[in-house]
Every structure is written in structure tokens, then in C-alpha cells.
């Protein structure tokens, strides 16, 4: 399935809440809920070719609420620091991270490279596609960490 989306607002387009965040979309070494487990180094490649990424709501493809600033892998996994925009689904992701009802993310890959081992689908290297704020994250532990206004 094929899907269009059009270009990402820019930073003098998107509205903005005033509203940023830090935490982790990815973390490595553990095993999510769908028995993948993220390598350190499988965004390397990804982040050097690196583009706009979205932020999404949810992972619907037509909803961005605001812009990604910044990627990074560490030693723990992938950090990403990022801010709402001022449509209704970006304000309303502000109040749920502002009183601490929402605090999990998550990301849109394709796989590059991949194996098996110990029944688990170890992820060594991937195309970042996007970056979700999510009510209920595959990986539990990545978590957004921080909120200011």
C-alpha cells in the first residue's frame, strides 16, 4: 500500500503550543512487546541521510503536531528532542503531557537489516520514517522524560 503525504510544515508554518519535549522513541537492548529488540548503531545509517522527520500523533499518517528538533543515538537508544504545533491534536497532546496522562513515544521504520536469535527479531539497522507521540508505546520504556513550556 502506497501512501502520500505532503511536505512537513515548516518551522515559520507550524503553529506552535510552546510546548517541547525529550525522552526516548527507542531503547536498545530490550525486547518490546512484539519480541523486537533494537540493536545500538540501527539508526546510524538513517540519521546520516537524515531528513525531516515527523512527528506524528498516534502514528496516523496525516497528523503532525509539531516538528522533531532533534535525533540522536546514545548508549541507552534513540533520543529525540521535539515541539507541538498549535493544531487541536498538537494542543491536545500538551495537556496530556503537561499533566502527565501521556508520556509515551514511538517510531515508523522500514528494515534495512535484521535476524534472528533466541526467538527474538533483533533490529541492527533501519530507515527512521517517523516519530509518534502514542498513548500506549510497544517498547515500555521509551518514554518521554521531560516537558517545558
Known sequence: MKEKTG???????LQRT?????GYAAVFGHPDSGG???RPGAFAASLEELRDVPLLWQHKAGA?????????????GLRVIAELGGGEEARRAARLLETKKL????FGY????????DGLRELVELDLVEVSL???PMQPKARVHAVER
Request: no cysteine.
Open 134 to 136: 502514542v498513548a500506549e
Open 64 to 76: 503532525v503536531i509539531g516538528r522533531v528538533e532533534h535525533l540522536s543515538e546514545d548508549k541507552r
Open 110 to 117: 522500514r528494515v534495512r537489516q535484521a535476524r534472528r536469535n
Open 7 to 13: 511536505p512537513l510544515p515548516s518551522q515559520g508554518q
Open 18 to 22: 510552546g510546548v517541547r519535549f525529550a
Open 103 to 106: 508520556d509515551g513515544l514511538s
Open 36 to 38: 523486537d529488540v533494537i
